[in-house]
């Protein structure tokens, strides 16, 4: 089992900056591939950004230009958010999925227990 936690979440204003954090533990030596979600109010979790194993990103359109994901090692991800929206605001997930990469919500394996992200105008 892959246990997952996040961090650095908070608020900012509109065009403002955040950095996320995903530290995984537990079973880390299993293939597996970490990617963000986000979950705003009455909307379902959606992918936001992932890296496979060999370090190809991906990120939903809404995000290209202004997220970064990266990874330092099997262990710890990384999203980078710039240029921040309210539309953005929502809360970020860290998942893993044991068949790479983890592009869609519903193959994900584990999550974290999510970190706030409030983006205001």
């Known amino acids: 089992q892959v246990h997952l936690v996040e961090s650095g979440g908070g608020w900012a204003q509109s065009g403002g900056s955040l950095r996320l954090s995903c530290t995984a533990s537990g079973d880390t030596d299993s293939d597996y591939c970490l990617g963000w979600f986000r979950e705003a109010p009455g909307k379902q979790r959606e992918a936001v950004a992932n890296i496979d194993n060999y370090g190809t990103t991906r990120y939903a359109q809404s995000v290209k230009g202004r997220f970064t994901v990266s990874q330092d090692n099997k262990m710890t991800l990384y999203l980078q958010m710039n240029s921040l929206k309210p539309e953005d605001t929502g809360t970020y997930y860290c998942?893993?999925?044991?068949?790479?990469?983890?592009?869609?919500?519903?193959?994900?394996?584990?999550w974290g227990q999510g970190t706030q992200v409030t983006v205001s105008s």
């Open positions: 998942g893993a999925d044991l068949l790479c990469p983890a592009t869609l919500a519903s193959g994900i394996d584990y």
